[in-house]
């Protein structure tokens, strides 16, 4: 099956949900920065990883359409650089679309959220009417801990390249794509081995080789992936205590953490595009001219007061919006 396949020419291989653009608009929330996995394979078709699987979604209406291909077994790397083709999987429907209810947080209602934040903000609701459908995606914690390390003095085109090179390198092969191999997000167990500084430096990493492999340890021989994961049981202010403990971990990649796949909805995090939104657009009054701690507390505690316990998903719009007038 090729990318171009449409729900209308390939019906059997694809599945569908109910899901308006109100709700969910796919063009705005995977090319926003919550996630580095997902690629415009053709107008309006996004393919990427999710749970070890390759996917291709598409909206059509008020209705959601994916698709989900086969994992390939046993080629060798060379029929890998010649590309090989994929296959789509036979779908077990039930459990497939509760991945992506799971992932996209479907069964939390945007347009009243998106009312409330109007009411109480004037400023939001000017906002809401060009950016719908922006919503929080729930990802995996050790995907998005380790894609939220490289994001420091990053821009997302840079991410994605890294995150890409760091997959290829650790990850597991999965199948291709018209030529593109696509792998699984590295396990923690791949990225703690004794040459993965050097080897991510290799490829580019940077300083951020050190924090990759260092909080890899630090997980490994610590709170282990299970633990990692309970932290979505746990209070916003202990998980945030806990992921700013480990190797390249500050503020604001905890919060990125806690909101996107911690279900922390009431984390805002703070980066300079946040921060001159506060000061410049609603006149917070800070007590420093510099995003410090004192500043970045001060922000994300003002938003949470205007928005409530969802300002996380609040703050996600606005960024949303102010990257796309940026570009």
């Given at each position: ?111 009243a959220l998106y009312r409330t934040w109007g009411t109480a903000d ?206």
């Open positions: 099956m090729k990318l171009r396949d449409t729900p209308s020419t390939c019906q059997s291989l694809w599945r569908c949900l109910p899901c308006p653009p109100a709700e969910l608009r796919l063009d705005l929330v995977l090319s926003s920065g919550q996630s580095f996995r997902w690629w415009e394979s053709s107008p309006g078709a996004w393919t990427g990883v999710l749970e070890g699987r390759v996917w291709t979604l598409r909206q059509d209406g008020d209705q959601l359409w994916y698709t989900v291909y086969s994992e390939e077994d046993g080629h060798k790397e060379e029929e890998e650089r010649d590309g090989c083709p994929a296959k789509a999987a036979k779908l077990d429907g039930a459990e497939t679309d509760r991945i992506l209810r799971d992932y996209f947080q479907l069964d939390v209602g945007l347009s004037p400023l939001f609701r000017k906002v809401a009417n060009e950016f719908p459908g922006v919503r929080v995606l729930r990802q995996d914690p050790v995907e998005c801990l380790f894609s939220f390390i490289c994001t420091s003095n990053n821009h997302i085109s840079r991410i994605t390249a890294m995150i890409e090179r760091l997959c290829q390198a650790f990850g597991r092969h999965l199948c291709c794509l018209d030529a593109r191999p696509f792998h699984a997000f590295p396990s923690l167990s791949a990225l703690t081995g004794a040459d993965a500084e050097a080897r991510l430096r290799a490829l580019g990493f940077g300083y951020r080789a050190k924090f990759v492999s260092g909080s890899a340890r630090a997980i490994a021989e610590g709170l282990g992936t299970e633990g990692l994961c309970q932290l979505r049981t746990a209070s916003y202010a202990e998980a945030r205590r806990v992921l700013c403990a480990l190797p390249g971990v500050g503020a604001k990649v905890a919060d990125c953490v806690c909101l996107l796949s911690l279900d922390k909805a009431e984390a805002v995090p703070v980066d300079t595009h946040v921060w001159h939104i506060a000061r410049q657009r609603y006149g917070v009054a800070l007590g420093s001219k510099s995003l410090t701690p004192r500043a970045y507390q001060e922000i994300g505690d003002f938003f949470r007061e205007l928005w409530g316990p969802h300002a996380g998903w609040a703050q996600a719009v606005l960024f949303c919006a102010d990257l796309r007038k940026g570009q």
